[in-house]
């Protein structure tokens, strides 16, 4: 509110363009979006820390697939580009998320209690202004985007888990299920609902999917842009800097996407902090399940860890966290 204050007292007569650094108290309305989209006290500098370590995880993944294939690096760099790795025909494209849902859809119960959701329809995007996304859920619909290019084999897995299941639409189907208040429904958490669809790509293998190496390596080439967007968009929107800084930092930490820096360096600026919660919040929910395994061994239930990271409806993090490590209570009757 006092940020709201300052703003009314001392408004531009012209909204800066250059980005949320630009305009009076820039920082500080950083800082605070960084604790409304991730819904959690970290600063800046701890949020940049954050992205860099996750960079250096992110590409310890790569390597490892790269070593598995055999091949030096720049012969693996290229074979990424090797046309059996792209879908031509568009009926082709639909029927690889056919068989990837089919395969899921049957794996469900080794890891979730709750299969019972409302179905799932798989749609060929045509809303060219989403084109810059590869695919996105919207009521009950998961819908992949492909407009006038082949279709990457490698993003057909961890996209349906992130969009469809056990991401965006479980969530949004358990939610459905879930009781909550008029108040709570009046919110939604970004970084619960990103970092959720995020953290389910960690799911592949136990669901069926990523049999190859190259399909595990699809999440990790997706994973490697959300790591790098993490300190990248404290550094544009906090740190101050230039376009030209973070496309070399950039090109510096990811090989191969440089058609799609610019568009995620305009974006960083647009929508300042948003790109944080995908990575925030997966790492919250992958540290609690590594820590109750620890603490419960043999006893864990991966079943009963995603229920309660789900039952309560869309919450901020640090609630989700108390339901996950809330005991439970025995009676005795």
């Known amino acids: 509110m006092k940020l709201e204050q300052d ?8 909204i800066p363009t250059g980005g ?3 305009i009076p108290n820039g920082k500080a309305w950083y800082a605070y979006l960084l604790k409304r989209w991730t819904s959690a006290s970290a600063t800046p500098d701890e949020i940049y820390q954050f992205g860099l ?4 995880r992110v590409q310890k993944h790569i390597e490892a697939i790269r070593q598995q294939t055999g091949l030096n690096e720049d012969d693996f760099y290229k074979h990424l580009n090797d046309p059996s790795f792209f879908i031509i025909d568009p009926k082709l494209v639909q029927q690889a998320f056919e068989n990837t849902k089919e395969v899921i859809y049957a794996n469900m119960p080794k890891l979730f209690s709750n299969t019972n959701i409302a179905p799932l329809k798989i749609v060929k995007g045509e809303n060219r202004q989403l084109a810059q996304t590869p695919g996105y859920y919207d009521n009950n619909a998961f819908y992949y985007n492909l407009f006038d290019k082949p279709y990457n084999k490698r993003q057909v897995d961890w996209l349906f888990m ?3 299941v056990p991401g965006h639409h479980y969530q949004a189907g358990t939610e459905a299920q879930t009781k909550t ?3 709570q429904q009046l919110f939604y958490y970004m970084g619960f609902a990103e970092g959720w669809a995020a953290y389910t790509e960690e799911l592949g293998k136990q669901l069926g999917v990523y049999k190859m190496p190259y399909d595990e390596l699809g999440k990790w080439e997706w994973d490697i842009v959300r790591s790098v967007r993490v300190p990248l968009d404290v550094a544009l929107n906090y740190y101050g800097w230039t376009d030209e800084q973070a496309l070399a930092f950039w090109r510096k930490n990811i090989r191969g996407q440089d058609d799609i820096a ?4 305009a974006r960083m600026r ?17 540290h609690w399940k590594e820590e109750l395994q620890q603490k419960q061994g043999a006893q864990f239930n991966i079943r009963d860890f995603h229920s309660r990271v789900l039952d309560h409806g869309s919450l901020p993090l640090f ?15």
Do not use: C, D
């Open 262 to 265: 610019m568009r995620e360096i």
């Open 181 to 183: 208040s008029a108040v």
């Open 319 to 333: 609630m989700v966290k108390e339901n996950v490590f809330k005991k439970v209570k025995l009676f005795i009757l």
């Open 162 to 164: 992130h969009e469809g």
């Open 270 to 286: 647009r929508w300042p902090a948003q790109v944080v919660t995908y990575k925030y919040g997966a790492l919250q929910i992958l």
């Open 53 to 56: 370590s996750e960079v250096a």
């Open 20 to 22: 949320i650094i630009t």
């Open 7 to 14: 703003w009314l007292k001392n408004k531009p007569a012209v």
